[in-house]
């Protein structure tokens, strides 16, 4: 089992929908949770980052942790057809030295 | 601006021959890390750097290593390098452990 696990997609939206991007870790003592947006060809650059259990607000974007069921998320409003990119997830584990690890990305299409 | 630059942007390279990727940053980060990212297995971490003078082994480490003699570089070698090396090479940054990450714009290295 991965660390860090999400669901590949595609994952496909209308332009203006609600898109929900999921994230799973593994049993371990995390710190920190990120993510990032990649767009083809690209380099990964950060969306949001959140550190506590709850909601995380910025703008169009939400993130979501639950650390009692190892999960987090990514919700994205009024979607653009700007978005569609891959989205990774990264967990920073406690005790690992610094070492972050990324799970496998769920890319996203926004249909205008 | 400020940033992290990576060289080369690709390069071809035969087997076992020996191959350093260079990597800059100028925002003074404490941090440093190698990934390698690979369809459908996502970013996976080679080595990681918390201060100059210290380096860690990441998920992935065998086959290359890393020094760290100062902040701002941190190469990638590859001593005799695998056509299972192949792959997109990113560089990051982060101010200090558990932060986020700053990415260099990748090398494409193709092992033949």
């Known amino acids: 089992q991965k660390e860090v696990e999400q669901n590949s997609g595609p994952l496909s939206v209308p332009e203006g929908a609600i898109a929900s991007l999921n994230c799973t870790y593994s049993?371990?003592?995390?710190?920190?949770f990120f993510w990032y947006r990649q767009y083809s060809g690209k380099s990964p650059e950060l969306i949001m980052s959140?550190?506590?259990?709850g909601d995380k607000e910025d703008g169009r974007f939400t993130a979501q942790l639950n650390k009692a069921s190892q999960y987090v998320s990514l919700l994205i409003r009024d979607s653009q057809p700007s978005d569609s990119a891959t989205y990774l997830c990264?967990?920073?584990?406690?005790?690992?030295?610094?070492?972050?690890?990324f799970g496998t990305g769920t890319s996203l299409t926004v249909i205008p | 601006i400020a940033g992290i630059t990576q060289a080369p942007t690709s390069q071809i390279l035969a087997a076992g021959r020996r191959m350093t990727l260079r990597c800059t940053q100028d925002?003074?980060?404490?941090?440093m890390y190698w990934y390698r990212q690979d369809l459908g297995l996502g970013l996976r971490l080679i080595h990681y750097?918390?201060?100059?003078?210290?380096?860690g082994k990441g998920e992935v480490p065998d086959g290359y290593s890393v020094s760290r003699a100062n902040t701002d570089d941190f190469p990638l070698t590859l001593a005799s390098a695998v056509p299972s090396q192949t792959s997109v090479y990113f560089c990051?940054?982060?101010?200090?452990?558990?932060?986020?990450?700053?990415f260099g714009s990748g090398t494409q290295l193709s092992v033949l």
């Open positions: 990264a967990v920073n584990f406690a005790f690992t030295g610094n070492q972050f690890y």
């Open positions: 959140i550190y506590s259990n």
């Open positions: 049993d371990r003592v995390s710190q920190s």
């Open positions: 925002m003074r980060h404490n941090a």
């Open positions: 990051a940054s982060s101010r200090a452990e558990n932060e986020k990450l700053f």
């Open positions: 750097s918390n201060t100059a003078g210290t380096t």
